[in-house]
């Protein structure tokens, strides 16, 4: 008998990823501030017991907030994973190529000039800026020749990401709201409402949708473009999608918990480590991974020293950082 181990079926991992997700948001409703009874987490998964005072609180805090959770998550991993693809550049986040910058931006611009603005138009006005803050950085990364080189990029959302900040920083200092968009902006899910999800959730499973209705085609992209075109494949077409769904995912993120980094760094990697590089797998995996590690993540900050809360974007940062820096070590290559 050889001494190999027989590799985990592909089927295996699938259910595995499954049950970690499910896993997850259990640990995320019974743990907090108040401990849930499986008997309560029943009551309060199929909205009953409105009697109770106890499951009616939690059934409108801590449950939109753990389905919010699980929604953030999904969106970044899976819009970093694009991001990766169509880039070939493995330090491809959201968060790191001004999306998120740009969508703040935009965010305190509104909150500025537009103070009774509803939440739909918060939403909106975050995927414009999201949009913008993309677009700058491809647009001074493909200037000088040599076209969009890994490096490049990510100096230029270095830079762009700075400058955004820093302009969402003099908006808040200018107008003196500042307070009001780090209410939207402190990177948490305190306070998320059903009528917050109801307004993000049909975006972003829409846009997670059509991500895998072309994940074959992000395959084939993500190798190489030339051979895409020889294949036949719609390569503007194809990239104009994603890139909208990329705005998508991120602004409709940003308007529920603010900025966030590092997941769509870390997920799809992850992904790739255990799925391999076929975008059909990685891309539905990046959704459920994405969403497990978001609910961990904030089951931790709400627990760690509760009864306060840690900021999650910290605890993110504490694991994502070290990441960044593993994935820069290893060099900058292109995904094969």
Same mark, same amino acid.
């Given at each position: ?18 049950? !970690? ?66 880039? #070939? ?29 509803? %939440? ?44 955004? %900040? ?7 200092? %200018? ?23 109801? !307004? ?36 503007? %077409? ?15 993120? +940003?308007?529920? +918990? ?38 961990? !993540? ?18 993110? !940062? ?10 820069? #070590? ?7």
């Amino acid at each position: 008998m050889s001494g190999s181990r027989k590799p985990i079926s592909f089927a295996l991992k699938i259910v595995i990823s499954f049950a !970690a997700l499910a896993a997850a948001f259990g640990l995320a409703m019974f743990l907090g501030a108040k401990d849930v009874t499986l008997h309560e987490l029943w009551l309060i998964l199929t909205n009953q017991g409105a009697d109770n005072d106890k499951v009616a609180m939690l059934r409108e805090t801590r449950y939109p907030r753990e389905v919010g959770a699980a929604l953030v998550g999904a969106a970044l991993g899976v819009a970093g994973a694009i991001m990766q693809g169509l880039t #070939r550049n493995p330090l491809a986040d959201p968060g790191l190529l001004g999306l998120t910058a740009g969508a703040n931006a935009a965010l305190a611009a509104a909150v500025a000039l537009f103070s009774e603005l509803n %939440y739909f138009g918060i939403m909106t006005v975050c995927f414009v800026g999201a949009a913008f803050g993309m677009f700058l950085v491809i647009g001074i990364s493909a200037v000088k020749k040599g076209g969009l080189s890994p490096f490049r990029i990510v100096l230029a959302g270095s830079a762009i990401s700075a400058f955004l %900040y820093a302009l969402a920083s003099g908006i808040g200092l %200018y107008f003196k709201t500042s307070k009001d968009v780090t209410m939207w902006t402190a990177a948490g899910l305190v306070g998320t409402t059903w009528g917050q999800i109801q !307004a993000v959730s049909p975006v972003i499973l829409a846009a997670l949708l059509v991500t895998i209705l072309f994940s074959k085609s992000l395959t084939i992209l993500s190798l190489n473009e030339e051979a895409a075109v020889g294949l036949g494949l719609r390569t503007v %077409y194809v990239k104009t999608v994603l890139y909208i769904v990329i705005v998508l995912l991120a602004g409709a993120a +940003v308007a529920l +918990v603010g900025n966030m980094a590092f997941i769509g760094l870390m997920i799809p990697h992850m992904v790739r480590a255990m799925f391999g590089t076929d975008y059909r797998a990685v891309i539905p995996m990046s959704a459920i991974w994405g969403a497990a590690f978001m609910l961990l !993540a904030d089951t931790l900050g709400r627990t760690l020293n509760a009864p306060f809360e840690t900021p999650v974007v910290a605890i993110i !940062a504490i694991l994502g950082l070290p990441f960044f820096l593993f994935v820069v #070590r290893k060099g900058v290559k292109a995904i094969s």
